[in-house]
């Protein structure tokens, strides 16, 4: 059995060694350089504090693998498991907490609620008397998602996966409604499946096999900061709900911030987006930053900062299922790709060898939910 990977980034190398590991003929295609799309300007959140059952459900699987990710890879990927801590200023948002917490729970996962003295406690700079309450798990955490992808590359290849950079998809061929090549800018390509894991480019090669699949790339800002003190190395994933702005921790003190502060949220072209940072949106995140604890302020420094593509969906889950015969989604993870990937590689793997998934139960992340009006819903989302 033959496969070809549309997109080198993370979730597509994953599914290139599962497959691989399955013992399918692999061939990832890259437009460009590995990890040159998403992956190269993650985050690297890895959380399990999501309220949809198919979120959890692929975010615990991916946590088993990322625990063991360098006994099983080789690769050191920086993993740290400092928690998440969700920051509600309002008494609406911390009902929603309360209830969420609930919900996380009796699926398994260890959240619980918190009064804002016992999140201070959790982030010892933060200004607990602007908050009311707080959502934590100590099992949520980040990586260094290049040093995932390097991990996944590497095993993807030892295991006989061919990866070839700089060749372009141009087209799906099918025959009788079946997927049964490429066409790409170094010639054709045969293969019984085609797995389209291109991200930002996710809709584009959709539309190669025929597919409207409504996953579109919207631009997301990061910045590294060296704050006015010293963020702890152990303090979590800070998120200010009701106010938008996210911190975590980097190394040597300093911290990685984001946020998404207006409601414009305009389609970009993801071979044309600008990948640098905007100076005016750096310093309105600092300035939100410093309103939510006190490692932030006027000494605050910008060391660097990057865009990058959210391939988002309209409910912000994936679309992952064999949608036309031969022709696999695992696309439109609005933001939570990299975090996800291994579940994913292992059910597009399961898709492609047996018909069905086994791993994750992803019948709820068909196409055609958006057709159906039955799309699902997500109380966590991180812009």
Known sequence: MRAVVVGGGVVGLASAYYLAERGVDVTVLEKDSIGGGSTGRANGGIRAQFTSGVSVALSKRSIEVWERFEEAFGTDIDYRRTGYLFLARTDETADRFRENVAVQNDLGVGSEYLPPEEAGERCPGLYTDRYVGATYAPTDGFADPHLALQGFSRAATAAGVTVETGVEVTDVRTDGGAVVGVETTEGSREADYVVNTAGPWAARVGEMAGLDLPVSPRRRQLLVTAPGSPVPADAPMTVDVDDGVHFRPERDGRAVAGGHFTDRDPEQ???????????????????????VADYFGPD?????????????????????????????????????????????GQVVAELVVDGEASTVDVSALTADRFERGETLHEGTVID
């Open 269 to 291: 072209d993801p071979d044309r987006y600008r990948t640098s940072n905007d100076l005016d949106w750096a310093i309105e995140t600092l300035e939100h930053a410093a309103g």
């Open 300 to 344: 605050s420094e910008i060391v660097r900062g990057w865009a990058g593509l959210y391939a988002v969906t309209p409910d912000h889950h994936p679309i992952v299922e064999e949608t036309v015969p031969g022709f696999v989604n695992a696309v439109g993870f609005s933001g939570h790709g990299f975090m996800q990937s291994p579940a994913t």
